[in-house]
Nanobody, 115 residues
Framework: QVQLVESGGGLVQPGGSLRLSCAAS????????MGWYRQAPGKQRELVAA???????YYDDSVKGRFTISRDNARNTVFLQMNSLKPEDTAGYYC?????????WGQGTQVTVAS
């Protein structure tokens, strides 16, 4: 069974940066598109960025130009570089396949943007 483990979240001031990592327990990235999702309190989980197996990317308009998704298939890892963070980026961040599978949801990593 594949497990996805997210890390790299934390508390950061507006305008700051964080880099999230998502490590898989075994190799799935070479056959799956992967995505980063976020869920803020009281809101639905939403896709913010995705990357295909050949590294084509998608970004939600709210993060375009600020976030960068990348993948390292040899290390079974997907990254999300987040720059120019805003308070509205505060949420739990999760990685999963794109589209998501209920089997792959992990614990997520919390990102809090506040002064």
């Amino acid at each position: 069974q594949v497990q996805l483990v997210e890390s790299g979240g934390g508390l950061v001031q507006p305008g700051g940066s964080l880099r999230l990592s998502c490590a898989a327990s075994k190799s799935i990235f070479n056959i799956l598109a992967m995505g980063w999702y976020r869920q803020a309190p009281g809101k639905q989980r939403e896709l913010v960025a995705a990357i295909t197996s050949n590294s084509s990317t998608y970004y939600d308009d709210s993060v375009k130009g600020r976030f960068t998704i990348s993948r390292d298939n040899a290390r079974n890892t997907v990254f999300l570089q987040m720059n120019s963070l805003k308070p509205e980026d505060t949420a739990g961040y999760y990685c999963n396949a794109a589209p998501p599978s209920p089997r792959y949801w992990g614990q997520g990593t919390q990102v809090t943007v506040a002064s």
